[in-house]
């Protein structure tokens, strides 16, 4: 059965460095999106992202963050700037649909940690 | 703004014993709420969904709209069932949404032998 991955499982960066995320949906997949869980609190909305171009993004989503899609198969965060707060996992997530009850198959999540 | 609030961060039943884990939600508007599982060292994954009205493991949940609930339940707890439980709303605003969840804090489902 297709999963979502995801690489690194684990990521370790000094502060004020750039990271990316890697994440390969599953393939047939339309509807993609980040959320993160900082340590003891809930898994929070980051962004989602539809036909090429971000559809939707919280307030935690600013000028530090930003998604690509760039060979058709990787899906990618990037933090230009990482903040100590960062520290946190990292889910990636697509759907096919988004009507109706549509099911988000999430993956196995990497761990960042800004020191 | 949508919110989802699961009032124990910790469940424990034993073996055998109906277990209701409480979900509650704020939402203007018709939401779609789902119930996540995450078992042990493993991804976050579907369990159900209130569109569908199915029972998945033996557990069920009903969206009640009049007191804003989406309470999972399961008759006879079993072992296997010790699991993070998250409820979470996504919502289609005229055909705006793009699937957004919004995540309660998680309850620890801990079910003793």
């Known amino acids: 059965e297709p999963e979502v991955t995801q690489t690194p499982s684990h990521q370790v960066t000094q502060m004020g460095q750039e990271v990316i995320l890697r994440c390969v949906p599953i393939s047939n997949h339309l509807y993609f999106y980040w959320y993160r869980q900082i340590l003891g609190q809930k898994v929070e909305f980051l962004v989602s992202f539809y036909n090429n171009e971000i559809s939707e993004k919280s307030e935690i989503f600013d000028d530090q963050f930003s998604v690509e899609r760039p060979d058709g198969s990787n899906f990618t965060l990037k933090i230009r700037s990482t903040k100590l707060e960062d520290s946190a996992m990292y889910f990636c997530?697509?759907?096919?649909?988004?009507?109706?009850?549509?099911?988000?198959?999430f993956g196995p999540g990497t761990r960042l940690t800004v020191l | 703004a949508q919110r989802v609030t699961q009032p124990e961060k910790l469940l424990s039943v034993f073996k055998g014993a109906p277990v209701e884990l409480k979900c509650n939600y704020s939402?203007?508007?018709?939401?779609?709420l789902f119930w996540y599982v995450q078992y042990s060292r493993q991804r976050l994954q579907l369990l159900l969904r209130?569109?569908s009205r199915e029972s998945i493991k033996g557990f069920t949940a009903d969206l009640n709209k009049g007191e804003t609930s989406f309470h999972l339940k399961k008759p006879f707890a079993q072992e296997e069932d010790s699991a993070m439980y998250y409820c979470?709303?996504?919502?289609?605003?005229?055909?705006?949404?793009?699937?957004?969840?919004?995540f309660g804090q998680g309850t620890i489902l801990t079910v003793h032998p």
């Open positions: 979470a709303l996504s919502f289609n605003a005229g055909g705006t949404s793009y699937g957004k969840l919004t």
């Open positions: 939402y203007s508007g018709s939401p779609e």
């Open positions: 209130h569109i």
């Open positions: 997530a697509s759907s096919r649909f988004v009507a109706g009850g549509r099911e988000q198959f």
